[in-house]
């Protein structure tokens, strides 16, 4: 609440939402140089959440998941969170299918990104954009 | 910690089997106040780890912006019947696990 009162966030508050950051801050911790491609990986949300304390999402990353090609790792990014880095997934040939879904906190509108790396190293990014009615972080006084 | 673990069935060998995994837990992010005007502190399950017959077949490494309660649904590709065992720690050192029991049907 502290850190969302600082970043000034809720139109219904009359204020400006909290600063969306660019993604290349946000994705160089885990690729390091490298910049994502935007292909293989389908992010779905809904696009209205009534309110951001509980987002499903759900990603899909286009892969045989073989030993010799799978998806090791995804990654899941908000622009505008107090706390962008939301989750990190571990999957292996041993999944079967790169898939998988959760539910998050999205502090305000924005747009959703995941990070996939197969296993040759590269990276992999897909987004979604999802209109957040409520945001999260506001609860509580 | 209560948490529910739900698999498709009939589950077939080389077949990937998907789990839902529901875990009970406040997830706090660390930016509410109490009633006093305090915050409460940040507790959130920062790891999660699940395994099938001993191996590892998935992780997770959380922070504050998974839902409370959180919600997991991932692929596993049994070969053999097993158990599926979920273990997870949260910031103030509390653990839990779940785990559920699979009957792989010749296919």
Sequence with gaps: MLACALLGVGRAHGQAQAPTLDWSLLYRPFTGEATPSKARVTVSTPRLADNGFTVPVSVRIDSPMTAADHVQRVVLLSNRNPRPVIAEFDLGPWSGKAELATRVRLNGSQVVMALAQTSDGRWWQGTAEVEVTESACMDAS | ?107
């Design chain 2, 1 to 107: 910690m209560l948490a529910r673990i739900q698999l498709s069935s009939p589950v077939r060998r080389g077949q990937p089997m998907e789990v839902r995994l529901l875990v009970q837990h406040p997830m706090e992010t660390g930016f509410r106040f109490d009633v006093l005007g305090t915050t409460i502190p940040k507790n959130v399950i920062h790891t999660l780890h699940a395994s099938y017959g001993g191996r590892t077949v998935f992780r997770a490494r959380l922070g504050s912006g998974v839902a409370a309660n959180p919600y997991f649904q991932f692929w596993v590709m049994p070969d053999d019947s097993g158990e599926l065992l979920v273990q997870w720690q949260d910031d103030q050192g509390q653990s839990g696990e779940v785990s559920a029991k699979v009957e792989v049907t010749r296919a």
